[in-house]
């Protein structure tokens, strides 16, 4: 009984609301992310640090 108690108390992974809350956050900092990347003031900057370093 006792390590039945133990078992069903334990903390170890995640379960199923804990995955589905991760993924969700893990998808909306990939948007975010993504938003950031392609806005117009971001590219023009990459390009400037890329021909910088090329020229």
């Known amino acids: 009984m006792h390590a039945l108690r133990r078992r069903l108390r ?3 992974g995640m379960n199923t609301a804990e995955y589905a809350v991760g993924t969700l ?3 909306a900092f990939a948007g975010i992310l993504y938003a950031v990347i392609t806005s117009d003031n971001i590219q023009s900057a990459l390009q400037a640090i890329v ?3 090329l020229g």
């Open 51 to 53: 021909e910088r370093a």
């Open 10 to 12: 334990s903390d170890a």
């Open 25 to 27: 956050a893990a998808v």
